[in-house]
């Protein structure tokens, strides 16, 4: 069975930083694109970035350009967001997903999604 895990969510303050993980169960991401979205309350979920499997090349919403990195573990297991100088609007849950063909914005076209983290960035 094939399932994504998300860890590392949490409470932070204005300006600090958090480091999400997305470890897969039951496959490798060596061939699958891993993406990062989040929803928060009575808002759509929205990508936050995503890295391709051939070459690794990333992309990112506006939003968290500069701030956060999306990177993966060389055994091609886990994901990771590194999120720094966080804001208040940072606050939401963080969802992981992949999918085989590529990175896509609308989340109805991923195949396989985690159970999120709440990520609360709060003084």
């Known amino acids: 069975q094939l399932q994504l895990v998300e860890s590392g969510g949490g409470l932070v303050q204005p300006g600090g930083s958090l480091r999400l993980s997305c470890a897969a169960s039951?496959?490798?991401?060596?061939?699958?694109?891993v993406g990062w979205f989040r929803q928060a309350p009575g808002k759509e979920r929205e990508g936050v970035s995503c890295i391709r499997s051939s070459g690794g090349s990333t992309n990112y919403a506006d939003s968290v350009k500069g701030r956060f990195t999306i990177s993966r573990d060389n055994a091609k297991t886990t994901v990771y967001l590194q999120m720094n100088a966080l804001k208040p609007e940072d606050t939401a849950v963080y969802y992981c997903?992949?999918?085989?063909?590529?990175?896509?914005?609308?989340?109805?076209?991923?195949?396989?999604w985690g159970q999120g983290t709440q990520v609360t960035v709060s003084s």
């Open positions: 997903a992949a999918r085989s063909y590529g990175c896509q914005s609308d989340s109805r076209l991923w195949d396989y």
């Open positions: 039951g496959f490798t991401l060596d061939y699958f694109a």
